[in-house]
Nanobody, 124 residues
Framework: EVQLVESGGGLVQAGGSLRLSCAAS????????IGWFRQAPGKEREGVSC????????YYADSVKGRFTISSDNAKNTVYLQMNSLKPEDTAVYYC?????????????????WGQGTQVTVSS
């Protein structure tokens, strides 16, 4: 059974930090890139960041560049998203997903599996 399980969300004040985790199982981790997406109330889901499991290359949306860092522990089939300098506009449900290509962050296409999401709330 394919599973992507997010954890680490919560409530934090503006300027604070959170680290999200995405634990993957049930598929060949190295065959996919792992992306983080988010969906704020009343808005469409958008791509945030992505990491290639095979070569470690990364991609960030402009809105999070310089504040968020994605990393991967292939031995644990787990991807992390370190979020620093959080802003109220970062408030959203954050999802991880196994994607065929890093371009999925921009195109929202080629997404194989989704996690259930974890809520991040940033208070002002």
């Amino acid at each position: 059974e394919v599973q992507l399980v997010e954890s680490g969300g919560g409530l934090v004040q503006a300027g604070g930090s959170l680290r999200l985790s995405c634990a993957a199982s049930g598929f060949t981790f190295d065959d996919y890139a792992i992306g983080w997406f988010r969906q704020a109330p009343g808005k469409e889901r958008e791509g945030v960041s992505c990491i290639s499991s095979s070569d470690g290359s990364t991609y960030y949306a402009d809105s999070v560049k310089g504040r968020f860092t994605i990393s991967s522990d292939n031995a644990k089939n787990t991807v992390y998203l370190q979020m620093n300098s959080l802003k109220p506009e970062d408030t959203a449900v954050y999802y991880c997903a196994a994607v065929a290509h890093m371009s999925a962050i921009a195109t929202m296409a080629g997404i194989g599996y989704w996690g259930q999401g974890t809520q991040v709330t940033v208070s002002s």
